[in-house]
């Protein structure tokens, strides 16, 4: 079983829809919980993060994280065509010295239709 | 200002070539990530340097060489390189405990 499992698409959704990405994990020790967007030849951005159980709201995006059940979602209200793009998910763990490791799912490529 | 700057954007090399990638980052981040990105598949972490010291070296081959001159730089030095190493390397920076910061990456291609 891998750390973290992220089904990699594609999504295909109607401009305007919620979209509802998910992860499962593994590993208890994770402590971090990111989300990053990245766009066809750029870098990662990072999108949303948490270090807790429960739901963070940021505009139109909700993360969602339960550690009793390993999931991690991501729920996008009102998608625009400029979501449209590549989404990781990345749970961490603290590897000492002030630094930490994430552990990337594969990324689900989300196209929203005009 | 979360800016994670890398040069060059691309590069193409030979394989008996020796080139660097450069990465800087003035946000005050002590630790610094190296990442290999190939093509439709997530980040794979390769070097962690932390207070510009080498913490964590996932097995990588010794033709990558990573170095820290300071707290704001970090630097790949390539060297007899192979096409499969061919991809997008990504250079990321974190403040202690806090989320990592990612570059635009340098697309390299090996001939």
């Known amino acids: 079983q891998k750390e973290v499992e992220q089904d990699p698409g594609p999504l295909s959704v109607p401009e305007g829809a919620i979209v509802s990405l998910n992860c499962t994990y593994s590993n208890s020790a994770f402590q971090y919980f990111m989300w990053y967007r990245q766009y066809s030849r750029k870098g990662p951005e990072l999108l949303m993060y948490?270090?807790?159980?429960g739901n963070k709201e940021d505009g139109r995006f909700t993360a969602q994280v339960d550690k009793s059940s390993k999931y991690i979602s991501l729920f996008i209200r009102d998608s625009q065509p400029s979501d449209s793009a590549t989404y990781l998910c990345a749970p961490g763990v603290d590897s000492g010295a002030g630094s930490y490791q994430l552990t990337f799912g594969k990324g689900t490529k989300l196209s929203v239709i005009p | 200002d979360t800016e994670v700057t890398q040069t060059p954007k691309h590069l193409v090399m030979g394989m008996t070539n020796k080139k660097s990638l450069k990465c800087e980052q003035h946000?005050?981040?002590?630790?610094m990530y190296w990442y290999k990105q190939k093509a439709k598949k997530p980040p794979e972490l390769m070097f962690v340097y932390s207070y510009e010291k080498l913490s964590i070296n996932e097995s990588v081959p010794s033709r990558f060489s990573p170095e820290c001159p300071n707290s704001s730089l970090l630097n790949l030095h390539l060297h007899a390189l192979q096409p499969e190493d061919s991809a997008l390397y990504l250079c990321?920076?974190?403040?202690?405990?806090?989320?990592?910061?990612f570059g635009p990456g340098t697309r390299l291609l090996v001939l």
């Open positions: 946000m005050g981040h002590r630790a």
């Open positions: 990321a920076s974190s403040a202690v405990g806090q989320t990592q910061y």
């Open positions: 948490t270090y807790s159980s």
